[in-house]
Each structure stands twice: as structure tokens, then as C-alpha cells.
Nanobody
């Protein structure tokens, strides 16, 4: 069972940047897993932020973060990243990384955007953006 450990969260001011990391432990083939970032603000549902294919060749973003957030991965270090620029108070949330076992469905490399498509989750890291 893979273990996902997020880090890099914190308290920042509006306009600042943060880089989140997600180390995937106890997994032999991290490079075979599509990965994603989700977030959950107080009193709200967990929502999709960004996702990336197993090889990093494809990515998807929520409309609310396009152009400001960038997802990437280092398969040699079993680590997923989320670069967040120009942060806003509405970005305040707990950020979770997630991994999916199956990278290819019907011959197509998947980039899952729904939480239900992921098999493993981290515990989350808090990001707080003050105005």
C-alpha cells in the first residue's frame, strides 16, 4: 500500500507563491501512477485542482487555477509537485495528493479529474492565504 506524504503548506499573504510536494513511499513503480491534487476548504466539498499522467506528458487543471498553478512530477524521486503562484484567500484549503493504480484505460493514458478515480490519498497539508 503506497503512503502519500504532502509537505510545503503554510501561511502566506495574497500574491505569494508556494510549492507543495507529495512524496510517495512504499511503492515500487511510482512512475506508473497518474497523480492529482485536490483541496478542501472549511465547509466545502473536496474539489479537483490539477492532475498529471503517469509520464508527465499530459495534465489537467481546474479553471480556477489555470495559469497560476502548475503540476509536475519527478519519477526518479517518487515525488509530485504543485507550484502555486499569485495565491488568493480563496485558495485557502487543505491540499491533498492522490494516486491512481491504473495509468491506461482502453489504450489511453488517463489524467483523472474526479476524486472517485483515485485509489490512494495523503493526509493533506494546510495552505492559508491572508488578504
Amino acid at each position: 500500500q503506497p503512503r502519500l506524504v504532502e509537505s510545503g503548506g503554510g501561511l502566506v499573504q495574497a500574491g505569494d507563491s508556494l510549492r507543495l510536494s507529495c512524496l510517495v513511499e512504499s511503492v515500487r513503480f511510482f512512475s506508473s501512477y497518474p497523480m492529482g491534487w485536490f483541496r478542501q476548504a472549511p465547509g466545502k466539498e473536496r474539489e479537483f485542482v490539477a492532475a498529471i499522467s503517469w509520464d508527465g506528458g499530459s495534465s489537467e487543471y481546474a479553471d480556477s487555477v489555470k495559469g497560476e498553478f502548475f503540476i509536475s512530477r519527478d519519477n526518479t524521486k517518487s515525488t509530485l509537485f504543485l507550484q502555486m503562484n499569485n495565491l488568493k484567500p480563496e485558495d485557502t484549503a487543505v491540499y491533498y495528493c492522490a494516486a491512481r493504480r491504473d495509468a491506461v484505460v482502453r489504450g489511453v493514458s488517463v489524467v483523472p479529474v474526479s476524486a472517485s478515480e483515485y485509489d490512494y490519498w495523503g493526509q493533506g497539508t494546510q495552505v492559508t492565504v491572508s488578504s
